[in-house]
């Protein structure tokens, strides 16, 4: 301070004397302008330092990744596929898309591969699955965009294994319905054959029984009364069927829960009165109890003595009673509707028997041809019948066929790439 003191004299001393006045500049007004560019100063420090730490984690925020396009609309080519998607169906497809994107389903499909299950990042860790479940990232950058992304630094393991994730995406889930799509449409061509196999021997037969069909007017009754019989022979086995059919469903039906179970046996008037027994005798003992308490009596009296006996003697009663019902309930519930389908069965087939019996042996001793009238009209509608399905089969081949000509609705854009 004093050197600079003595130089400002010195100056002072050397300069030519002014002859213009000096403004006088108040210390008051310079302060602020001092405050002022110190704080720009600590500004463009401070912002770039923000600048630089905003690129560092832009730099160390690069991830490996990949984008799947996916349709607005299902494609089409000629049919309507499905009714027109609204924009909420379509986020929800998207999100639904994406959970199967991580779903573990397709996680354990990509880890099957041994390049990507022996890699170093996923070898580190104890659940592979978790672990990619939980670093995994499903995003939609743009409306038809989904982009897989994992939530670790950019390196060849880990675009390795978001291709991997999303190969096995387009393996299990997006080619699978190609794949299912394919699978039913032989299905349904296989049907159609049959079905075009069993109408060609019907159209046959009904060709061979209208040429020797001849009605023979002596002969009605008997011919009405062999409708009568083929007709009845047609209701049993159509009752045959579906009793078949309830026989099944009871038999693969899942046997009665304890719940169903408890709430018969308590239902059981035995089970009831035994039970109001117990809950009566417990009081009793329990006021027993207490007025021997209150007595202060060391030996248990009689009485108390009896009830308790009585009381053991209940609850044996009522477990022995509940043993005995619950297998008597489970029976009812299980094996007497099988037993009773069982007979019915049984009784339909023998009844089918006897009407078939009686029917060939009408056949065989009345000579008419009107006999044949029954099984001509029938035959008749069968026809029908398998045309019309025959021809929904058609154009259901036809449908599906197209359709598995058009696009797939989720296509891989972009796979993950390595720098």
Not at 170 to 188: G, I, P, W, Y
Not at 225 to 253: C, F, G, H, P
Not at 291 to 296: L, V
Not at 384 to 393: I, K, P, V
């Amino acid at each position: 301070m004093a050197d600079a003191h003595q130089s400002n004299l010195a100056a002072t001393d050397h300069d030519p004397p002014s002859t213009t006045p000096r403004a006088s500049f108040p210390k008051r007004a310079f302060r602020p302008m001092v405050a002022l560019l110190l704080l720009s100063v600590v500004a463009i420090v401070f912002g770039q330092d923000l600048i630089r730490t905003t690129v560092n984690k832009s730099n160390t925020k690069k991830q490996a990744f990949g984008e799947m396009h996916i349709r607005y609309q299902r494609p089409k080519i000629l049919y309507e596929i499905a009714p027109p998607e609204t924009e909420r169906d379509f986020e929800r497809y998207k999100k639904t898309q994406g959970r199967l994107l991580k779903g573990q389903f397709v996680l354990n499909a990509a880890l099957s591969q041994s390049e990507v299950r022996d890699t170093t990042l996923l070898k580190q860790q104890s659940d592979p699955v978790g672990w990619l479940e939980e670093h995994l990232e499903v995003d939609f950058p743009g409306d038809e965009f989904m982009r897989l992304s994992l939530d670790a630094p950019l390196s060849q393991e880990a675009v390795k294994i978001v291709n991997a994730v999303l190969n096995a995406y387009l393996n299990e889930v997006v080619n699978k319905a190609k794949k299912d799509q394919q699978a039913r449409f032989r299905t349904l061509e296989e049907f159609h054959r049959t079905i075009k196999e069993e109408l060609l021997t019907k159209k046959t037969g009904l060709a061979e029984l209208t040429k020797i069909l001849e009605p023979a007017p002596t002969q009605k009754v008997e011919a009405e009364y062999i409708d009568q019989v083929q007709n009845r022979v047609t209701q049993i086995k159509m009752e045959l069927v579906r009793v078949v059919s309830r026989l099944s469903a009871v038999q693969e039906a899942e046997p009665p829960s304890k719940n169903e179970i408890e709430l018969a046996v308590n239902s059981d008037p035995v089970i009831a009165r035994l039970t109001a027994d117990r809950l009566v005798q417990e009081e009793l003992i329990a006021l027993s109890s207490n007025q021997a308490d209150g007595e202060r009596d060391q030996n248990e009296s009689p009485l108390l003595t009896d009830e308790r006996r009585h009381l053991q003697a209940v609850v044996g009663a009522l477990e022995k009673r509940r043993s005995l019902i619950e297998k008597s309930i489970r029976e009812q519930l299980v094996e007497a509707p099988q037993k009773l389908l069982q007979a019915k069965v049984e009784r339909l087939n023998l009844e089918q028997k006897k009407f078939e019996d009686e029917l060939s042996k009408l056949r065989d001793t009345v000579h008419v041809t009107r006999n044949h009238s029954f099984e001509l009209e029938e035959l008749k509608k069968e026809i029908a019948r398998n045309e019309g399905t025959a021809l929904q089969f058609a154009t259901e081949i036809e449908r599906l066929q197209i359709e598995l000509h058009a696009p797939q609705r989720i296509t891989l854009v972009n796979q993950a790439q390595y720098p």
